[in-house]
T-cell receptor, first 115, second 111 residues
């Protein structure tokens, strides 16, 4: 158990809908990272938050957004969903900022299926 | 329960030494297998993957991994490491809709 909690584990929805994925980092961790895993492309970094502020942005679509709340949990919002958004979405956390060579701890992921 | 185990938490090598990082998983059925690498200050990137076919898979930067189904293992190897291989390495088996990351192995290579 990494200490990172993601909910829900599975989500099935229709095209055009909007969903919210939630991540609770390990106790004391300030950084939260979101990744998208598709089988053919592997893991794609989406976005990082550090202590409530956006720190780094990767291949995140404009239809997607995220935020980190004062209690350090984070939400990833996916809107106007398309079939191609079906994937595993992972959250990871680290104590500070990954640029200080910190280890990432991964949640178990949310499997999103867009029908 | 499905799980993955990376035996080595921290490995220290000199340049030109050979590397083998262990990875065992407990999934049943068809499994796809990934190794990811995180270089200092960078995000995770895919090192190599196995879906089917030849159990010896070659990845980037001279890395390879061998899938041994009978041992539920997917060990990562490199014949001769370089200082630039210093990074964190994650094994990640994927089964249908479930992918679990190992705890990672920190590799330090000294010149």
């Amino acid at each position: 158990d990494s200490g990172v909690t993601q909910t829900p584990k599975h989500l099935i929805t229709a095209t055009g809908q909007r969903v919210t994925l939630r991540c609770s980092p390990r106790s004391g961790d300030l950084s939260v990272y979101w990744y998208q895993q598709s089988l053919d492309q592997g893991l794609q970094f989406l976005i990082q938050y550090y202590n409530g502020e956006e720190r780094a942005k990767g291949n995140i679509l404009e239809r997607f957004s995220a935020q980190q709340f004062p209690d350090l949990h984070s939400e990833l919002n996916l809107s106007s969903l398309e079939l191609g958004d079906s994937a595993l979405y992972f959250c990871a956390s680290s104590p500070r900022n990954h640029r200080e060579n910190e280890k990432l701890f991964f949640g178990s992921g949310t499997q999103l299926s867009v029908l | 329960a499905q799980s993955v185990s990376q035996h080595n938490h921290h490995v220290i090598l000199s340049e030109a030494a050979s590397l083998e990082l262990g990875c065992n998983y407990s999934y049943g059925g068809t499994v796809n297998l990934f190794w990811y690498v995180q270089y200092p200050g960078q995000h995770l990137q895919l090192l190599l993957k196995y879906f089917s076919g030849d159990p010896l898979v070659k990845g980037i930067k001279g890395f390879e991994a061998e899938f041994i189904k009978s041992k539920f293992s997917f060990n990562l190897r490199k014949p001769s490491v370089q200082w630039s291989d210093t990074a964190e390495y994650f094994c990640a088996p994927y089964n249908t809709d479930k992918l679990i990351f190992g705890t990672g192995t920190r590799l330090q290579v000294f010149p």
